[in-house]
């Protein structure tokens, strides 16, 4: 039973553009989301997270939004850059220990 | 630069033959996990170390055992491999347990093969 749910496994975006990654949860007591991003041979690397206390959080060009209503969140990545071309990986937790979703491959094309 | 080290990057073994994965770190991070990811789907935990105490998933097969000898070093041993074990096995580390543990930092990963 999927907890964490990333339904689209693929999404391009032309450069400049905005990119919107989706993800659904099923778990209310998740309290905090978190989204990693994965490049071609290399671990996830963290890149930003929201606690559910919150509605949107924003570092640079990352924002993510909670809709804890709809259990749904999003990342925004504006503008959308050649270099951001990696899995995106949503995940949440409610302990000590993360729940990842299956990713969604971005691809940024010129 | 402080990183998570997983070796080897590519490892065969055959069916039934054990076989362990490592991984060490330089961050002197409290918590080490270890997850198994298959293709295309999520990074599912085995299990963790808080320090030395080890935390088994409910749902890891037996087949599946850890060590920590250190602060720094963490074993994944898989004892009688299967062909549904193939899969790619990513060490993470946490600086410390609660809150701490949503920022993880993670290997490269060893990508298994059984054959």
């Known amino acids: 039973d999927q907890q964490v749910k990333q339904n689209s496994p693929s999404l391009s975006v032309q450069e400049g553009r905005i990119s919107i990654l989706n993800c659904d949860y099923t778990?209310?007591?998740?309290?905090?989301f978190l989204w990693y991003k994965k490049y071609p041979a290399e671990g996830p690397t963290f890149l930003i997270s929201?606690?559910?206390?919150?509605d949107k959080n924003e570092d640079g060009r990352f924002t993510v939004f909670l809709n804890k209503s709809a259990k749904h969140l999003s990342l925004h990545i504006v503008p959308s850059q050649p270099g951001d071309s990696a899995v995106y990986f949503c995940a949440a937790s409610d302990t000590d220990k993360l729940i990842f979703g299956t990713g969604t491959r971005l691809q940024v094309f010129p | 630069d402080a990183m998570v080290i997983q070796n080897p990057r590519y490892q065969v073994t055959q069916f039934g033959k054990p076989v362990t994965l490592s991984c060490s770190q330089t961050l002197n991070h409290n918590v080490m996990y270890w997850y198994q990811q298959k293709s295309s789907q999520a990074p599912k935990l085995l299990f963790h170390?808080?320090?030395?105490?080890?935390?088994n998933e409910a749902d890891t097969p037996d087949n599946f055992q850890s060590r920590r000898p250190n602060t720094s070093f963490c074993f994944l041993d898989i004892r009688s491999p299967g062909l549904g074990d193939a899969a790619m096995y990513l060490c993470?580390?946490?600086?410390?347990?609660?809150?701490?543990?949503?920022?993880?930092?993670f290997g490269p990963g060893t990508r298994l093969t059984v054959t």
């Open positions: 993470a580390t946490s600086r410390d347990a609660g809150r701490s543990s949503y920022e993880q930092y």
């Open positions: 170390y808080y320090d030395k105490d080890f935390n």
């Open positions: 929201i606690s559910s206390i919150k």
């Open positions: 778990n209310s007591m998740f309290d905090y």
